[in-house]
């Protein structure tokens, strides 16, 4: 079991920047992958972004070279950076924890994130 709490919700303008945190109940180290989904009103929720236990990262294309996912092993926290906020980032959005084997996926409660002038 992993539970899984995300901080850092907010409104905030079109161009600007937010940094969502993800704190796990255990050590992210034993985690295969972590990341973060979004999913805005009528969409299906998508991957933005995930970090695996060895470091590899992948983004979804609309996030590239704006959002950064990273993580502090010491504190078991995994974090969003997002910069050059859209009007199209606005979502809820989810931490994730994914173990291989066996299968397994956790989340977070959520975390509204607005961007509007």
């Known amino acids: 079991q992993v539970q899984l709490v995300e901080s850092g919700r907010g409104l905030v303008q079109p161009g600007g920047s937010l940094r969502l945190s993800c704190a796990a109940s255990?050590?992210?180290?034993?985690?295969?992958?972590m990341g973060w989904y979004r999913q805005a009103p009528e969409k299906e929720r998508e991957l933005v972004a995930r970090?695996?236990?060895?470091?590899?990262?992948n983004y979804a294309d609309s996030v590239k070279g704006r959002f950064t996912i990273s993580r502090d092993n010491a504190k078991n926290t995994v974090y969003l950076q997002m910069n050059s906020l859209k009007s199209e980032d606005t979502a809820v959005y989810y931490c994730?924890?994914?173990?291989?084997?066996?299968?397994?996926?956790?989340w977070g409660q959520g975390t509204q994130v607005t961007v509007s002038s």
């Open positions: 255990r050590n992210i180290v034993s985690i295969n992958a």
């Open positions: 994730n924890a994914h173990l291989w084997a066996p299968r397994a996926d956790y």
């Open positions: 970090i695996t236990n060895g470091g590899s990262t």
